[in-house]
Structures are given as structure tokens and as C-alpha cells.
């Protein structure tokens, strides 16, 4: 049963009450207690005033979500309101309500479309509601083509077919049952609630009818109601109801809720049994192992022994128990990556206490693992955690570390006959061939048999996991355990490890003859909606003006600058300012069309080197990235070949990776071919000076002057951007060690916050000496990768590491941070990186100087226009801020198909647009596809704002 708790409405007088003196205490108990007792959804209405309902609205939600997770059911009779206030919750809720009436459901329904959001509809139109059945199902069946005309799913639906005042109309009943039935019986997936006080309205002991009216109503199918969860008469009927009507299967619900309720006639219940020493000092080792006390788990440890303990009960119920509440809580993200690390920590260190008490092989007697990060990639915390809760499982890990060859793998799992799981980790988007092909070769290997092989990492997904042949993906490191327990509880690690999986030998296989080589299956044929007819050679490439000799690299300019100026305002005209690189016709054939999207290898900003001579090429990673005169060459030939089209422009980028902050404060650099590290220079914060700026730094001086020597060789050509700096607790990642960073967060919070803040305060010392280099003369510069430019001091900020930071701590100590930063230029885009950052998007969106938001999926998620990521544009254009999409899913079709949504939702005002680099056919065709159909668009969203 779905239970929408109602306590939370503005016309309950003692809510009214706390709305007009803004008790913010009532609100929040009143929405702890209806979660606590087991609420689905929490109903908040503010029944106030219509200039005043979205403010109250937030001011509730706020408060609810500060004291609970529980999904809100955002409740008003005005669906303006109910738009506005859905960016104001942290994830997908209920909507209350739509109807025929008026313009609600088109006002509602595309806003939650593409969304998770579910909504109540009321069974009545504008004339009220029905009288009868028949009427009441022609308004259910108009609801209905409505959901499908926007692709809304009948489970997303909560339809109420709306109950009258049995004291003025015996039927109330008998009409809301038989509407039950017959929708049930047209959709069994969709919800029927109600609610129930309508039924009671002006009779006596109301809480006999409505209870007796919550039987009756399920029983015709209802499964959905908005009642007081806190009500225990009523929570049991509907408890009993559920397992009378046979939905309850063996009764488990029922009992799980009531089996530690005494009976009312009861004798009163003995006392708690009191703890016996040994059971005490358990339950003090489950505690150190899931609070993360790595300094107490040692003496809890022995002290359990001393005790008498059972070593073996010590290890699997007091540790590994521990362990799995820990994996739970970080898959619910009740805890997050540090909490989860300490615990595992914690429990490394009660093992070592517990070895020498434990039968030989017992503390990993699940089985013998064998972990790494394949080749080319150095990134290993997740792949830590992962070995921390493999070897929480009761597993031998052997971590072979990062950047491991193929043949590393094979002669590790040939050397060690008991390893069962081959755990592979890959973080990055260029790494992914490396995983598939260290996949294929342990599939070929004689071994195969014997052992499963297991992949994940942020770029990884289920459908990658499958073409390449791995027997297993897990998203995080609580399923990885999860996993490679399934293995060993089937018996598998137990058999492969006694060899009861022989070797084989494979014989590879021949291709076959040209003529024995079975057909290519047929294409298929996708339709294409009938606007976007592209066809190459309808196009007119003649009418594209490019520069002459003389005229650089950009001619539109001051339209650039003009439109970007705007954007950064929220006050863009015309079409959204869209980043169109095209290659010209004379490098055309060089291309096989496939999409650029940027990166180190090959390529620059968001463009690729065709045809480049051979004299160009780098002939090490000092001239790659270091020697200017051959820098600026390179690029050269990448302007001389492209047009910039559209708002693109122009602009070097000068990065020795992302981050030069931690090099300017003492760490090193790595530079390889495809991507950079900063190698960890800090073993602890005890004895390090305070981080100040250091003109002297040998990373600091080569790379200002590297940006002097380009931006002299530039001259007024292009752009030499701002090299991506890095802020707050990235930098002390980079010093420290990612692993180390977050114990550091967990175990000396206040010095982390300290350094934090150093970093703060110098990292415009260093953002100043670049800007006064790279400047125009009208004080404005481009920064990085991004493609952006501002009309003054412009920066890109972001905190990867927030990743794996709980929202208290990132509010805490990065939230002023970047408060700080942006209140030092004029113009802010955050770079939002990845799934795991979204849970702070509220308080991201608090900060006044971000001006835009750019989210990335991270390396091969999903592109920036596609409806899973609405969400986020919601609130952030909720908050007032400009967003920056990055387009790449599909064909070119695909891209202008995914970017009308976005448009029509959205809006072209505050929109920027980057494209991956195309034909010079292709450009054309979209500049004017976007002037045609995305000019001054004001988009549904924002018109539901009332902008």
C-alpha cells in the first residue's frame, strides 16, 4: 500500500500556524515522525496565498529534506506552483494533482514527461465532478490519452476517482468502487488513491466511516491513500486488509510491521535481557567496524577474545556482519565513500589483531582474488575500495596496483592456481580497449575455466560488460563483494580453487574463407522525424564566408562576444549560443565522420589534426605539451584546416593537465601521451607549511612562460586559454593521494578544512599572473576546454572530489570555498562531473556568483540532452543560472532531435550548446536548422516559472 502522508497541509490549522510564524521545528518533527512510521510519499501543501505558494512551498520541502529522504508529494491547486516547486526537491516525488480541468495537465505532463516524477489525477473536468460512473470514466479515458500523447506510463499514476460526502449521497461508495474496478481492470499497473476524509465529512466518530471506507476502497483495488501514517488503527487495517485480500503473501508484511507490538491485554514485558560480557564486547566490534574506529578496533578486538570469544564469530559476525550494514548504507546513501573506507580500514586493522587466533587461511577463506587497473590507467582509489570490501567478504585480495599490462594479469593468475576472480577497474573513457583487450586475453588463456572475470569503473556499463565478455559488472564496491560472495556461496571458488576446472586448450580460430563469411545482417531502418531531412548534397556550402588572408581564424566576433556577454546575463537573443567547428572541404576526405570529441591523443580543444605533416608530429611529451614554437605550429594547422562557426572561436589550450595548482605547491607531473597525473608528494599534513604562492616553482615558471612565448606567437590569431587550475579539495587529492584525502576528511576534519582554505586564498595568485598574459584588450579571456569566454575575469570551477563527499561536508568545507572564488570574477561556469555530484546541486545552486552550470555524465555516460539529465536543469535554471550542454549521443540527426527538446523545454536564453566537430555540410544545415526553429524560444519550464 502506498501511504502519502497528509500531516504537512497548510489547512490543518496547528500547519497554518507554523507557515505564518515559520516554525520551522513543527514542520520538521511533523515530517520526521510520518517518515519514521513508514510514510511512501510526504504531502506538502501550503494553502496560502498564490504570490506566496512557491516561496512557503520551498521553505517546507527544505525543511522536510533536511530531516529525512522520504520522496515529497508536491501538493497545490495551482500547477504553476506545483512546476515551480518540483526543482526544489532532491529527487523524484509525487505530483498533486492534474485533471481535465483547465490547462493543468499540459501545464503538469511535460514538465515530468521524461522524468521519474509520478502524479495524482482526479477523475473531473470543468464542470466539476461527475455524477456517475460513465462520466467519470470518459474523464479517466481523456487523462489517458493525455499520459500517452507525452509518453507517461500508467504506474507513474495515481488516479483518484474522487469520493462525495456519504452523508449527502448514499452512492459514494458504491460509484468510487465500481470506477476502481473498471480502471484495474483497463490497467492493472496504474494506482488508485484517495483521500479519505471526504467520505466522513459532517457525521459523527468520522474515523469509524473512514476507516470501514479504507477496507471497502481496497478490496475495489484502491492500493494508494493519503492518510496520517502516525494513525495506528489505520495503518493496521490497512496491514490486515492487504493480507486478507491475499497481496501479503504468508502474512510476512503484516508480521514484519506488528510482530514486536505486545498485545493491548498483555501482561507487561519482562526487562531487556541483560548482555553477557562476550555478547557485549561483539556488539563493541561491530560497532568500531561500522563507525570506522580503526583506533579502538584493536583492543575491542582482543578484548572480545579475553572474553572467549569465538575468533571465527569474532571475524564473520562481528566484522563481516559489520560490513554488509556498512555496504547497504552506502548503496541507500545513508553513508558515503569516507565512512565507507573507514569502516573497511577499520576492519583491515581488527584482522591483523585476529590472524594469529584464526585457523590457517581463515581470514580469507572466501577465496583468492585477483585485483587491478588495467593499462594506462593510474587511478586507484576505487579500485582500493573495492579491495577493501572484497577482503570484508572474507576474501585473500592480490592487488597488483594500477597501469597493469595484459600480461601481468596472466602470469599472476598462472602463478597463483587458488585464484577463483580476476577484479578489473578502469576509470577512464580511453582505457576502455585497454580493459576490452586484457578481457580477450584472459578468455583465450588455458585457466578460463577456473576463474570469473569481473569489471566496473565510471565509464563501465552492463551493456560494455557484455560485448567484451566479462562475466560480471558491478556499479560500486558493496555489489562487488556482493558479487564475488555469490561466486563463493555457490561453490564455485571452492571447486575452481581445488581444481576441479581443469585447464584447457584453445585452439584459435581460423576466419573464415571470403565466400564461407556469413552475410552482414541488414541495416535497420530508423525512422527520423520528418523535419530533419539532412541530405549533403542539398546543401549550399558557398554561402559559409571564411577568413581571408589576413582576417585570422573568426570572423564574427563582435556577434560572438555579444551573445556570450548575454548568456552570461540569462539575457541571450536569437538562437542559444552553439560551438560549431567544421572541417573545411580540403581535410574532408581525411575523415570517416565519426564524432570528436576532444581529448589529449590526436586531438585538441574539441577538434582532431587531419593530414598533419609529418614535421608536426610530437616527438616526445616535452614537446607536446611544453615547447611552445611547436605548439602554436600544431595549432595552427588545426585553424588553418577548420572553420569556426556559430560562437565557437579560436583558443589554445595550454593545460599540463587538469589541476597545475597541485604542481605549483610541490607536486609532480606525469605527462603521457593521452592524459596527465600529479604524483602524491604528502605522507601528512604534521610539519607541512602553510600553502602560499610560490613564484619560484619550477611548474609554475615553465608554464607562465609557456603561456607568454604562445599568447606572443598567437598575437591576435586566437585565444590562449586559462589552463585549467583546479580549486579547494581537488588540489590537496592531488598532494595527498584521493584514499588519503578522505581518511584525512574523516580523521582531522578541521586541518582539512584549514588547507582548504589556503588553497582558496592562492589560487588567484596564480589565476592573476596567467589573466594578465592571456587578456584581450578588453580585459576578457577564454578558459580551457570548456569553449567559453567572458567579457572580463572568467573562470571554470568544480569539485570532483565531491563525488565521494556526504552533503553535510561539502557544504561545510567546500560550499564557502567556491562562495569565495566566485565572488572574485565576473563571470563563473561550474563543471558538475558525474552521477555521484548531483546530491549537491542544492546547495551549488545557493551560490550567488555561479552564473551557469555544465554537467558531464563522466567519460561515457549519456550526452547532455537527454531527459535523464533534467533534473539538474531544472533546478539550476529554477536558480537563475545559464546552463552549458555538451551534444554526442548518436548521428547528426540524433543531435538536432535531442537538442529540440531541450530547447523547447528549456528555452534558447540561457543555453549554450557544444557540438562535436563536423562537415562543413553538416554546419550549414544546423545553423539553419537552430536559426529556423530555436530562436528566442522561451521554453515550458521557464514559462511554468512565470518568466
Known sequence: MIIIGEKLNGSIPSVAKAIAERDADLIRERAKKQAEAGATFLDVCASVEEDVEVETLKWMIDLVQEVTDTPICVDSPSAKSCVAAIPFCKRPGLVNSVSLEGNKIDTIFPVIADTDWECVALLCDNDGIPDSVERRMKVFHGIMEKAKEYNIAPSRLHIDPLVVTLSTDQTALTVFAECCRQIKAEYPDIHITSGLSNISFGLPTRKNINQAFMVLAMNAGMDSAIVDPTNKNMIGMIYATNALLE????????????????????????????????????????????????????????????????????????????????????????????????????????????????????????????????????????????????????????????DVPIERFIEVVKENKDATIIALSALLTTTMPSLRDTV???????????????????????????????????????????????????????????????????????????????????????????????????????KVKLPGPGEGYKLNWAETKEKFANYWQHKNTGRPLMCVIARRPEVEQFSDGTPVEGGYLDQICQGKYYNMPKELYWKDMEDKYQNAERIVARYRYFCDTHAF????????????????????????????????????????????????????????????????????????????????????????????GAQDTLFD?????????????????????????????????????????????????????????????????????????????????????????????????????????????????????????????????????????????????????????????????????????LFPEMSMEQAVYLLDYADKNWSDVKGTFCESLGR
Not at 668 to 681: L, M, Q, R, Y
Not at 745 to 755: A, M, Q, T
Not at 776 to 793: C, E, H, L, M, S
Not at 865 to 888: E, F, H, N, Q, R
Request: hydrophobic residues 40%.
Open 440 to 542: 580477450a586475453a584472459l578468455l583465450k588463456q588455458p585457466f578460463r575455466p577456473r576463474i570469473k572475470i569481473m569489471v566496473g569503473g565510471a565509464p563501465i556499463s552492463q551493456e560494455f560488460a557484455d560485448e567484451i565478455g566479462a562475466d560480471a559488472y558491478t556499479e560500486d564496491a558493496a555489489s562487488a563483494a556482493e558479487q564475488a560472495k555469490k561466486y563463493a556461496e555457490s561453490g564455485f571458488c571452492a571447486k575452481a580453487a581445488a581444481g576441479e576446472f581443469p585447464d584447457v586448450e584453445v585452439v584459435e580460430e581460423e576466419a573464415p574463407a571470403e565466400e564461407e563469411k556469413a552475410p552482414e545482417a541488414p541495416a535497420v531502418h530508423v525512422e527520423k522525424p520528418a523535419e530533419i531531412k539532412f541530405d549533403k548534397s542539398a546543401v549550399d556550402i558557398s
Open 745 to 913: 576528511l574523516l580523521d582531522e576534519p578541521e586541518k582539512v578544512g584549514k588547507r582548504i582554505q589556503e588553497v582558496t586564498d592562492v589560487y588567484y595568485e596564480y589565476y592573476d599572473r596567467f589573466y594578465d598574459v592571456i587578456k584581450d584588450k578588453d580585459g576578457g579571456n577564454a578558459y580551457t576546454v570548456f569553449q567559453i569566454w567572458g567579457p572580463g575575469r572568467t573562470v571554470k570551477l568544480q569539485c570532483d572530489f565531491s563525488a565521494m563527499m556526504a552533503p553535510e561536508d561539502f557544504r561545510k568545507y567546500i560550499q564557502p570555498s567556491l562562495r569565495t572564488q566566485s565572488e572574485n570574477v565576473d563571470h563563473v561556469l561550474y563543471h558538475l562531473d558525474g552521477p555521484a555530484a548531483i546530491k549537491h546541486m542544492d546547495a551549488l545552486m545557493e551560490i550567488e556568483g555561479i552564473d551557469a552550470l555544465q554537467w558531464t555524465s563522466g567519460d561515457a555516460g549519456p550526452d547532455g540532452t537527454l531527459p535523464d539529465w533534467d533534473v539538474i536543469y531544472d533546478k539550476a535554471i529554477a536558480a537563475g543560472k545559464s546552463i552549458w550542454v555538451k551534444v554526442y549521443s548518436g548521428e547528426f540527426e540524433d543531435w538536432i532531435r535531442n537538442v529540440d527538446r531541450i530547447v523547447k523545454k528549456y528555452g534558447s536564453h540561457s543555453l549554450f550548446l
Open 645 to 736: 562557426l556559430g560562437e565557437s572561436f579560436p583558443n589554445l589550450n595550454i593545460d599540463f593537465g587538469p589541476g597545475s595548482t597541485a604542481a605549483y605547491l610541490g607536486s609532480d607531473i606525469g605527462f603521457k601521451e593521452d592524459t596527465v597525473w600529479f604524483k602524491k608528494c604528502l605522507d601528512g599534513w604534521d610539519g607541512v607549511p602553510k600553502l602560499t604562492f610560490d613564484p619560484e616553482n619550477k611548474w609554475f615558471k615553465k608554464h607562465l612562460q609557456l603561456a607568454k612565448d604562445c599568447r606572443a606567437l598567437a598575437k591576435d590569431d586566437f585565444y590562449v586559454d586559462m589552463p585549467d587550475l583546479m580549486e579547494n579539495i581537488d588540489v590537496l587529492a592531488s598532494l595527498r
Open 247 to 402: 497481496r501479503d503473501e504468508y502474512c510476512l508484511d503484516y508480521i514484519d510491521k506488528f510482530k514486536d507490538k505486545p498485545a493491548e491485554t498483555a501482561a507487561p514485558v519482562a526487562e531487556a535481557k541483560e548482555l553477557t560480557l562476550a555478547e557485549e564486547k561483539m556488539q563493541a566490534v561491530f560497532k568500531a567496524t561500522e563507525n570506522g574506529k580503526n583506533k579502538e578496533i584493536g583492543k575491542c578486538v582482543q578484548e572480545a577474545l579475553d572474553a572467549g570469544c569465538d575468533p571465527t564469530a569474532i571475524l564473520n559476525d562481528g566484522m563481516i556482519g559489520a560490513m554488509a550494514v556498512v555496504g547497504e548504507n552506502f548503496k541507500k546513501e545513508i553513508i558515503f565513500v569516507p565512512q565507507m573506507l573507514a569502516a573497511a580500514r577499520a576492519m583491515k586493522e581488527g584482522v591483523e589483531v585476529l590472524k594469529p587466533y584464526l585457523a590457517t587461511g581463515e581470514a580469507g577463506s572466501a577465496g583468492k582474488i585477483i585485483l587491478g587497473t588495467v593499462a594506462g590507467d593510474l587511478h586507484d582509489i576505487g579500485k582500493n575500495l573495492v579491495g577493501m570490501m572484497f577482503e570484508s567478504a572474507g576474501f585473500e585480495v592480490i592487488d597488483l596496483g594500477v
